[in-house]
């Protein structure tokens, strides 16, 4: 598809593009490089099992475990985009990259991105239905709902982000093809080309705005009125069982949006050339949610402890 689109393009566009990982850090890539590592370990393991777990245990077939289940799925997608490149460069120096796999990988980054925002919206649609309007739940999320939700935010996310890489292509490169990131970010990329970038630049803050407060401001709608709910349960038991039920998806929502915020002002307000904050925050951005996620949701859902549990108890043998 990638392919197609970027067919009529400038004959100045580079063949190859050169990360150049974290600026005024390169002698202790090895170092940094350790955390990332533990950190990819931790995204690849924990979305791994999380999957595995919804998958084959029938009581976890519910819209709320599904919709983890598709948190899962792009915080793995998201970590195998980027964090391989980024153990490569820290590594090995490979800091070479095709002009066509710069241009997948932006893509993939940014609309995994915004489909982990849009997950995060279903997910706090589905905790509203669940509180706030508990006896028709089951009515409303119905798996042929979850399944057009989960549909909505795929076509959502592809939409809002195919044109990056076609309109970074169409860009004239007559200067320096370094790009001072550990991957292809989409604004660090445009900052290369020597001609007009007033279209990519109000194309990428539009939909900036539009994920970061059209999202935000549902969930917070959402927890708004999930808030005076469950203030007016009769029992401090129900109220705190309820508030329990939140608390991995308010933990998960806190760890995508705040460092993609910071990271987000300082790419448009920070100083133009990348500096070693700038970098590592962006890093984080991609790195923290997939790393943390399925963490949080094991420690505080129950059915998920008891699963994982069960799963890593030793079987007994029946002597007879």
């Known amino acids: 598809m990638l392919t197609t689109i970027l067919s009529n393009t400038s004959h100045l566009f580079p063949h190859i593009f050169l990360l150049a990982g974290i600026p005024g850090l390169t002698s202790s890539h090895i170092w940094i490089s350790l955390p990332f590592c533990f950190m990819f370990f931790l995204a690849v393991t924990g979305n791994g099992v999380l999957l595995f777990l919804i998958w084959t245990e029938r009581s976890l077939h519910q819209p709320m475990f599904f919709f983890l289940a598709m948190l899962s799925f792009v915080d793995l997608v998201l970590s195998l985009s980027a964090l391989p490149k980024m153990l490569a460069i820290f590594w090995f120096g490979a800091t070479v990259i095709s002009s066509y796999s710069c ?188 790393a943390l996620d399925p963490i949080v949701y094991g420690l505080k859902t129950k059915q998920i402890r008891e699963r994982l549990f069960k799963m890593l108890s030793p079987k007994r043998i029946d002597p007879t």
């Open 103 to 290: 241009l997948s990988q932006m893509f993939f980054i940014h609309a995994f991105s915004a489909m982990e925002s849009g997950v995060l919206v279903a997910m706090a649609l589905d905790r509203f239905v669940a509180i706030c309007n508990p006896l028709r739940y089951a009515t409303i999320l119905t798996p042929v709902v979850v399944a057009k939700i989960g549909g909505l935010v795929v076509l959502r996310g592809v939409g809002l982000t195919i044109a990056f890489p076609s309109l970074t292509h169409r860009l004239p490169y007559c200067g320096s093809h370094i790009i001072a990131y550990t991957y292809c970010e989409h604004m660090a990329v445009v900052k290369l080309a020597c001609g007009a970038t007033t279209v990519d630049n109000l194309y990428a803050f539009a939909v900036a705005l539009f994920l970061g407060v059209g999202d935000v401001a549902f969930i917070a709608y959402s927890y708004g009125n999930i808030v005076r709910t469950v203030i007016r349960f009769p029992s401090l038991e129900a109220r705190s069982k309820a508030g329990s039920t939140c608390t991995a998806h308010v933990c998960v929502i806190l760890f995508f949006y705040i460092p993609g915020f910071l990271s987000v002002v300082m790419q448009r307000f920070g100083p133009p050339t990348a500096s070693a904050a700038k970098v590592i925050l962006a890093n984080l951005y991609l790195l923290f949610p997939p």
